[in-house]
């Protein structure tokens, strides 16, 4: 496990450290957190792992179809993505393995050889297209959606921080993506806040670990204390996400954040 800064960037020097073992066989990173938005710097990471001769690999699942990626710039030897999170079916995914890429396996699977021998079983036709339809339309879209949700992102924030006060976004203020931000409402347990507004969809941590008992191990890595990460929200921004619907959650937001802290206060 690396260590990350306060602002959830992968520490370069722990990375130098792990790698001076000669150790290691994978680097394995997030193109993109899940809570936080926050971006890995892929360039300088590839290129110290493969100076150590360890191979790369990076869950792209939230930032495919979100904001543009090159993989002839950017020198993976596996990126995985997962196609609902740019609009495509459920259950299906892809692995992307550099040509050449020197890759010790064994199949997951074992029987047919579908998947040039990776996994074997019958292949989901129907959710491949579906797939690469939706693929094709997010990358249409890319460049009108971006700097349009990146907006909304950050009409949200700047109008929670203005009117609830005490609060903070969580990660580096410019490598995130343009459709997640994670805030803290300091003296609001954030279970508290979502249970006061029902009619905004948000999460304590990531959409996988929603109603998970423990803390985000995410903002405990940058640093958070308990009581902060228990007093976090993700808020998620997508295609369908228009000016209004920033604005009627800013609106509940703010009269949940300062019904807790009330309701809280007139307790003790």
């Given amino acids: 496990m690396l260590a990350v800064d306060a602002d959830g960037l992968v520490d370069m020097d722990a990375l130098h450290a792990a790698l001076a073992t000669r150790d290691v066989g994978v680097v394995s990173l997030m193109a993109a957190n899940n809570e936080t938005g926050v971006l890995t710097d892929l360039a300088p990471v590839t290129k110290a792992a ?36 740019f609009g495509g079916p459920q259950g299906v995914g892809a692995l992307f393995v550099r040509r050449g890429a020197a890759l010790p396996y064994r199949p ?42 990146t907006r909304l992102r950050d009409l949200l924030e700047a109008a929670l921080v203005s009117q609830v006060g005490d609060c903070r976004v969580n990660g580096a203020a410019d490598r995130r993506l343009p459709g997640v931000t994670s805030i803290t409402f300091h003296s609001a347990p954030a279970d508290a806040v979502l249970a006061s507004m029902p009619d905004v969809a948000a999460s304590e941590g990531s959409a996988c670990s929603s109603g998970a008992p423990s803390p985000s191990h995410v903002l405990l890595a940058m640093g958070r204390s308990r009581e902060e990460a228990e007093c976090t929200v993700r808020f998620s ?16 937001t703010v009269r949940a954040v300062q019904h807790v802290r009330a309701t809280l206060a007139s307790a003790t």
């Fill in 108 to 149: 997951l699977l074992f029987g047919g050889g579908q998947e040039r021998g990776w996994r074997a079983g019958t292949l989901n036709v129907a959710g491949i297209a579906g797939a690469g339809a939706a693929a094709e339309a997010a990358r249409l879209g890319m460049a009108a959606e971006v700097p349009r949700i």
């Fill in 237 to 252: 921004l997508g295609y369908g996400t228009t000016a209004d619907d920033i604005d009627r959650a800013v609106a509940s």
């Fill in 50 to 85: 493969h100076e150590a001769g360890a191979l790369v690999h990076t869950d792209a699942t939230q930032m495919v179809g979100r904001l543009p990626i090159d993989l002839a710039e950017t020198d993976v030897d596996l990126l995985s993505l997962s196609a609902h999170k």
